[in-house]
Nanobody, 127 residues
Framework: VQLQACGGGLVQAGGYLRLSCAAS????????TGWFRQAPGKQREFVAA????????YYADSVKGRFTISRDNAKNTVYLQMNSLKPEDTAVYYC?????????????????????WGQGTQVTVSS
């Protein structure tokens, strides 16, 4: 499974972006998928995750109510809609897939549980 993240960019505070994570391989549709981010000098942190059939979603407290994760299995793609962006949201955003959750299983918020990673897309929010 290969993941390709895109949609990052430079936006003013209060603005919005939508990130996309396109995957090769239909098996991706059976995996939970998460978004993580890493700011300069900081550890990678969990942002949001969604299970294979979209019935369960999870968010970090810092983005709850502003970000929405979704997926379109017909397109092998997971999205992260980011609204009301803040300067502290500035980071490289990565999508990742957890093969252990194929067709079920608990959705993890831990990066070490994820097996496949995209290359990252830069999000910069100016004040």
């Amino acid at each position: 499974v290969q993941l390709q993240a895109c949609g990052g960019g430079l936006v003013q505070a209060g603005g919005y972006l939508r990130l996309s994570c396109a995957a090769s391989g239909r098996i991706f549709n059976s995996y939970s998928t998460g978004w993580f981010r890493q700011a300069p000098g900081k550890q990678r942190e969990f942002v949001a995750a969604i299970n294979w059939n979209s019935r369960r979603t999870y968010y970090a407290d810092s983005v709850k109510g502003r970000f929405t994760i979704s997926r379109d299995n017909a397109k092998n793609t997971v999205y992260l809609q980011m609204n009301s962006l803040k300067p502290e949201d500035t980071a490289v955003y990565y999508c990742a897939a957890d093969a252990a959750t194929s067709w079920g299983g608990d959705v993890s918020v831990k990066s070490y549980d994820y097996d496949y990673w995209g290359q990252g897309t830069q999000v910069t929010v100016s004040s």
